[in-house]
């Protein structure tokens, strides 16, 4: 029997970012998970937030973990993970008054990135949230040691990932018609930005 999998930074990171999200999507419905990875994050942020609709993605080779925690979760407010690749041109119909995601950044390549936030632009529907966690520099800095360090395990795993400049983002952010709303602190020199439509 294949065993769910397991992300040990998810175990480590749900609930400083559970504490954060609770605040920004009290007034939400229905939430886009982009690359939902392992599942663990979709299934203890809708427990946590029964009022959410929560949609998770991923490329179609993920769907089976993601899958397999939500089966053994059971939960109402959780829905089975469409394929997304942030490239395509079209996501969906559907437009969701959240879209949050986790760690992704700096694992796909430069050039998806600008494809991620007009993805968002297009399916964020007006007053809704991006949140986006993850390690970032800023003005080309990077905010640790080890975040500097874990850029070049990154860059050494694969040469089109590494730690993403906040302005760049904040730019992209911008042409896609969301407005900059706060930047929050989490452990392990992470932070959660977020964006409004």
């Known amino acids: 029997?294949?065993?769910?999998?397991?992300?040990e930074a998810c175990v480590r990171n749900q609930q400083p970012i559970l504490e954060t999200i609770e605040e920004l999507f009290r007034d939400k419905y229905s939430i886009l998970e982009l690359g939902s990875g392992t599942g663990q994050h979709a299934v203890y942020?809708?427990?946590?937030m029964p009022w959410l609709k929560w949609q998770t993605s991923d490329l179609l080779e993920?769907?089976?973990?993601?899958?397999?925690?939500?089966?053994?979760?059971?939960?109402?407010?959780?829905l089975p993970p469409i394929e997304l690749d942030v490239t395509q041109t079209v996501w969906s119909e559907q437009l969701y008054d959240g879209v949050f995601s986790a760690n992704?950044?700096?694992?796909?390549?430069?050039?998806?990135?600008p494809k991620l936030f007009e993805g968002i632009g297009r399916h964020l529907d007006k007053g809704g949230l991006f949140a986006l966690y993850g390690p970032f520099k800023y003005e080309g800095k990077f905010t640790s040691e080890s975040n500097?360090?874990?850029?070049l395990?990154?860059?050494?795993?694969?040469?089109?990932?590494?730690?993403?400049?906040?302005e760049k983002l904040d730019d992209l952010a911008e042409l896609n018609g969301l407005t900059f709303v706060n930047d929050v602190a989490m452990p392990s020199n992470n932070q959660i930005l977020v964006w409004q439509k």
């Open 62 to 78: 993920n769907h089976p973990g993601i899958n397999m925690w939500l089966e053994e979760a059971n939960l109402a407010n959780t």
């Open 1 to 7: 029997m294949t065993e769910k999998p397991v992300a």
């Open 45 to 48: 942020f809708a427990n946590a």
């Open 153 to 166: 395990w990154l860059k050494e795993r694969a040469e089109h990932q590494g730690i993403r400049d906040f």
């Open 104 to 113: 992704t950044v700096h694992i796909m390549p430069w050039t998806a990135v």
């Open 148 to 151: 500097q360090r874990f850029d």
